[in-house]
């Protein structure tokens, strides 16, 4: 892998710390603090960083296998976070969450997750001798 690739690959595992800390936070209190705010908008940075970086790095363009996973994960929790916000201006901090915003939380935190795990996987297949 080339410098911007490893760059994004390095990136990517903060988006993780960030997005699982303000996960958690949202599952404990089931409101939108400033707290998740801070920590999803920082993970959303860090992840169009990350996917930046890939792109740049990548060798085989940005429509592969792997970028659409990444895109999609992205897209999730950048939705996810739009909700919380939109969430927050409406109802306030206090606010319980509405089951259908705390379900999609759920939703798009697992499908990050799984992304993650499945661009790793397949960066390492990728590198496998043929």
């Known amino acids: 892998m080339n410098s911007a690739a490893v760059t994004g690959s390095f990136v990517v595992i903060f988006a993780l710390l960030f997005y699982t ?5 949202v599952k404990k209190i089931k ?3 400033n707290f998740v705010l801070v920590f999803y908008t920082i993970g959303v940075s860090l992840d169009i960083t990350a996917t930046t970086f890939m792109i740049i790095g990548s060798t085989k363009g940005i429509i592969t296998p792997h970028g659409l996973i990444g895109y999609s994960a ?5 939705t996810d976070t ?4 939109r969430h927050r201006m409406r109802s306030g901090a206090k606010e ?3 089951k259908g915003v705390q379900l ?3 939703l798009a935190y697992s499908w990050w997750v799984i992304c993650f795990i499945t661009g790793g996987l397949l960066v390492l297949v990728d590198k496998m001798p043929k």
């Open 31 to 33: 409101a939108i603090s």
């Open 82 to 85: 739009v909700l919380f916000y």
């Open 21 to 25: 800390i303000g996960f958690l936070k």
């Open 104 to 106: 999609y939380s759920i």
């Open 74 to 78: 992205l897209l999730a929790m950048l």
């Open 96 to 98: 319980i969450l509405g």
